[in-house]
Nanobody, 123 residues
Framework: QVQLVESGGGLVQAGGSLRLSCAAS????????MGWFRQAPGKEREFVAA????????YYADSVKGRFTISRDNAKNTLYLQMNSLKPEDTAVYYC????????????????WGQGTQVTVSS
């Protein structure tokens, strides 16, 4: 069992940066692969990035590749998403998720979710 709490969202101008954090409770965090997803109003939840339990492998959606970086600190039980060169189309609620059972890019495969943090990018 793991509980996830996101933070770091906010309002930023286009071209700016934000760093999201996802604090996890429980000793099992370091054994889970983790992912970031986002959901804009009226749209389905979409994959943003994922990272293996060790941090040795990372995966990104094409829409954020080269701009976003996912990382983790297992000693601190924390997942991060560094977002640079933000665009208005990045505006969404961002969620962290843990323990994908199969395809890491499908939200239905994750067992644990945070409550989300709002990111708004103004033009």
């Amino acid at each position: 069992q793991v509980q996830l709490v996101e933070s770091g969202g906010g309002l930023v101008q286009a071209g700016g940066s934000l760093r999201l954090s996802c604090a996890a409770s429980g000793r099992t965090f370091r054994s889970y692969a983790m992912g970031w997803f986002r959901q804009a109003p009226g749209k389905e939840r979409e994959f943003v990035a994922a990272i293996s339990w060790s941090g040795g492998s990372t995966y990104y959606a094409d829409s954020v590749k080269g701009r976003f970086t996912i990382s983790r600190d297992n000693a601190k039980n924390t997942l991060y998403l560094q977002m640079n060169s933000l665009k208005p189309e990045d505006t969404a609620v961002y969620y962290c998720a843990a323990d994908p059972q199969d395809n890491y890019s499908r939200p239905e495969n994750y067992n644990y979710w945070g409550q989300g943090t709002q990111v708004t990018v103004s033009s």
